[in-house]
């Protein structure tokens, strides 16, 4: 334990600071709690997301350099994101840059060109759940709790890119690939690839019951398509909903704030429209460890969440 | 080239004889099926060879067929058939254009999970090689404009012009965008939520955090949709990242 660094660069991406503030709260709370260190990485800039990689490559991964700059300059080899998409986008640019020579040499001189100091050395990219649980682990989790949430069946939902491409996301060492550098190599802190665990864990310590959630752990919510492909979008969460109620859950824990934003939403739509077995709520898993470490519901924002989880949580005494 | 893709055979092409009767001999059940051959002699090799030269679209030639990717895929799964990964590999590399284009209607389908590059054999970066194929076709006028391609021009904007995204916005310029009535304040042109001609399920969520009186939440929302947060020190960067878009092609089409 303790390989990525207790204090890293905190790259908390544009929905952390708007409609998904919550998660932005209870990471704090749940930080500070387990003894580790944000640094808000100064004047960073949207990752592109999954949308502006259709759209341009180089531009993304200016888009990305940047932000890696930034964390250059506050001193950090490490960033550290909550959100699948922007941890996506950063660990994509930083794939591409390691491996390609030419796209390395052009983005550092278009940083100069835009007045950023160009990268001397790349900064790996982190998702939260894994530095949570590598810095601190299930053990420090166990310490904390003060409230532990007993009888609280959680359904623990990784969402897409929290473990995939192995490429980005280095947890998969694959032999295929003509180019030797090329070869993804996996990370010793990366959660399982297939069946990630690392949610699972960190709140079974505080006292949650996770209920089998495959396949659907990491199903597509949608993603960038949660606004422009409505149809598919709704189908997927509708599954997702379903396999969790059927499945005896009480809560939906999530880990991005686009999953999360599209769950809630197409949750909604989808009782609108009559459609059986949807109603599971949502809650950022760092909402729940944050009520289990005994904050209040108001301390983690639980009234942000749109699909409203606190009868749930009132009703097993934990909120 | 020898067809070995079922959906390469058009069914105008396929016939079928009830009874089919030679020299004499009633040979109908064995040999009543009949396809016409189909003579393709329009490939277009340049299109291959423009995604190999792209860097995310460099690793399309490592794919040897077998179909894990398409395998995986929740849109190929859960949604339409037709949307096959593997396929679309195989006819971008034989260059057969216009086999591509029939498919136009499903290939933007992708929600870029990325189950198909996780699980490739052959170290194929198959969703990106699958956006590159769709950006190639965008250029040269291939395929019509899809609504993802909207939404990622409208989005890549957002961030262009204030190096951040702001849900808000960019949810009720989505929403405008669909042919709904937002009702704009007079001064800075910035859309209101609650009244104008949204989408039911849209109001009703919009509504949530006023009955809970969720005050800090619709402050700072608020607060947010008025003034757009802002990257600080943006402009010069700006400049920088629309002229590397603009050499891309990508806010032409
Ligand atoms: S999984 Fe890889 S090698 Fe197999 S068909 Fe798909 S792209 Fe080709
Ligand atoms: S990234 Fe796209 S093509 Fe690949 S599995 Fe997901 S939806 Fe299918």
């Known amino acids: ?319 | 080239m020898a067809i070995h893709e079922r959906s390469l055979v058009e069914p105008e092409r396929i016939l079928r004889k009830e009874r089919l009767v030679i020299d004499g001999i009633d040979v109908s059940g064995d040999w009543n099926l009949i396809i016409l051959p189909r003579v393709i002699n329009d490939y277009d090799l340049d299109f291959a060879k423009e995604i190999v030269n792209s860097p995310d679209g460099k690793t399309i030639n490592q794919c040897y067929q077998c179909s894990y990717c398409t395998a995986s895929c929740p849109v190929h799964n859960y949604w339409d058939e037709r949307y096959n990964p593997r396929h679309f590999i195989h006819l971008a590399r034989l260059g057969l254009i216009d086999e591509l284009q029939k498919r136009a209607d499903v290939m933007w389908r992708c929600v870029s999970c990325h189950k198909c590059t996780h699980r490739c054999p052959k170290g194929v970066l198959v969703e990106e090689v699958l956006k590159v194929i769709l950006r190639t076709m965008a250029k040269r006028g291939l395929i019509e404009e899809y609504p993802s391609k909207k939404f990622d021009k409208f989005f890549t904007e957002q961030v262009l012009e204030y190096g951040r995204i702001e849900d808000g916005e960019l949810l009720f310029g989505w929403i405008e965008k669909q042919g709904y009535k937002v009702v704009k304040d007079p001064i800075l042109r910035k859309p209101i939520p609650f009244i104008g001609e949204t989408p039911e399920w849209l109001k009703q969520l919009t509504m949530k955090p006023i009955k809970s009186m969720n005050i800090g939440f619709l402050i700072l929302n608020a607060k947010h949709m008025l003034f757009h947060p802002r990257t600080k020190n943006w402009n010069k960067f700006k400049h920088v990242l629309r002229k590397v878009m603009e050499e891309e092609g990508a806010l032409a089409h």
């Open chain 1, 1 to 319: 334990m303790g390989v990525i660094g207790k204090r890293v660069a905190y790259y908390p991406g544009c929905s952390l600071e708007g409609a998904a503030r919550a998660y932005d709260v209870s990471t704090r709370i749940v930080a500070r709690e387990l003894g580790l260190e944000l640094d808000y990485l100064e004047d960073y800039n949207c990752c592109g997301a999954m949308e502006s990689k259709n759209v341009t490559f180089m531009g993304t991964m200016l888009l990305n350099a940047r932000n890696m700059s930034l964390a250059r300059k506050q001193g950090h080899d490490v960033i550290v994101a909550p959100c699948n998409g922007c941890s996506f986008s950063l660990q994509r640019a930083e794939y591409f840059l390691e491996t390609d020579k030419s796209v390395f040499e052009r983005v550092n001189a278009l940083l100069r060109e835009g007045g950023v100091d160009p990268l001397d050395k790349i900064p790996h990219t982190y998702h939260i759940l894994e530095w949570f649980y590598h810095e601190a682990g299930p053990q420090k989790v166990k310490e904390k709790t003060k409230r532990p949430l007993r009888g609280l069946k959680v359904a623990n939902y990784y969402g897409c890119l929290y473990t995939r491409p192995h490429f980005y996301a280095r947890t998969y060492a694959h032999a295929g690939g003509q180019d030797e550098d090329a070869r993804p190599r996996k990370r010793d802190t990366a959660d399982d690839d297939e069946h990630p665990y690392y949610m699972n864990a960190l709140l079974e310590a505080a006292g949650a019951t996770s209920v089998n959630f495959e396949p659907m752990h990491t199903q597509c919510c949608g993603g960038p398509h949660s606004l422009s492909d409505e149809m598919v979008s709704e189908k997927f969460v509708m599954m997702i909903l379903q396999t969790a109620k059927r499945n005896g859950a009480d809560i939906i824990a999530t880990e991005c704030p686009l999953c999360h934003a599209s769950l809630e939403m197409y949750r909604h739509r989808l009782m609108m429209k009559g459609v059986p077995d949807v109603d599971v709520p949502a809650a950022y898993f760092t909402q729940l460890l944050g009520l289990a470490f005994g904050y209040s519901a108001n301390d983690v924002k639980l009234k942000d969440n749109l699909s409203d989880p606190l009868p749930v949580l009132k009703r097993l005494g934990l909120a």
